[in-house]
């Protein structure tokens, strides 16, 4: 099974701060990674696919880099919406695998 | 308007069984993959199921496989999981989602299955 390692667990940052959340994976899957955002109680919002593609309807603040095993989701000037936890995917293989999670705070 | 809309979700003794249901409005399922993803309390997002657009092909988590089963109605657009065997750590709440070749762009709002005596 692909393992996905995020990090940090929990970040904590202001309005207006630029952050980055890392997704490592264990064996190289191309481009083949997604992005979430998860709000208490609500569905994941799919944020990114294919590594850098935004989903439509997502705001330009945020991009996703990376390929092969090591990936970046940033958020460029953080909001106050933007409080949540995020999470990768990993879509190469079966079974489909997440990372544990990034829980982003606003201070 | 594009809607996924599960049921079935409930409290349920361990050893029981729980049929969920995903009713899709706003795009036929016949051309998509579709999946199931939980969430149990506390822990991460774990992809469940997934099902190819005519049923011909399943893909089951090791954690559910051989007591879970996936399932599909494409002339009524609905999907299922039918639940077997329960126990406490299957206790989650449900998504249904539609599944593209690089994510899952379409969710429900998730359905809650809680197996406790």
């Known amino acids: 099974d692909i393992q996905l390692a995020q990090s940090p667990s929990f970040l904590s940052a202001s309005i207006g701060d630029r952050v980055t959340i890392t997704c490592r994976a264990s064996?190289?899957?191309?481009?083949?990674l997604a992005w979430y955002q998860q709000k208490p109680g609500k569905a994941p919002k799919p944020l990114i696919y294919?590594?850098?593609t935004l989903q439509s309807g997502v705001p330009s603040r945020f991009s996703g880099s990376g390929s092969g095993t090591d990936f970046t989701l940033t958020l460029s000037s953080l909001q106050p919406e933007d409080s949540a936890t995020y999470y990768c995917?990993?879509?190469?293989?079966?079974?489909?695998?997440f990372g544990q999670g990034t829980r982003l705070e606003i201070k | 308007e594009v809607q996924l809309v599960e049921s079935g979700g409930g409290l349920v003794q361990p050893g029981g069984s729980l049929s969920l249901s995903c009713a899709v409005s706003?795009?036929?399922?016949?051309?998509?993959?579709m999946s199931w993803v939980r969430h149990a309390p506390g822990k991460g997002l774990e992809w469940v199921a997934d099902i190819k657009e005519d049923g011909s092909a399943k893909h089951h988590a090791d954690s559910v496989r051989g007591r879970f089963t996936i399932s599909r109605d494409n002339t009524k657009n609905l999907l299922y999981l039918q639940m077997n065997s329960l126990r406490a750590d299957d206790t989650a709440v449900y998504y249904c989602?539609?599944?593209?070749?690089?994510?899952?762009?379409?969710w429900g709002q998730g359905t809650t299955v809680t197996v406790s005596s």
């Open positions: 706003g795009f036929t399922i016949t051309n998509h993959y």
């Open positions: 995917q990993q879509v190469d293989s079966y079974p489909i695998t």
């Open positions: 989602a539609r599944k593209l070749r690089h994510n899952m762009d379409i």
């Open positions: 294919a590594a850098s």
């Open positions: 064996q190289d899957i191309s481009r083949y």
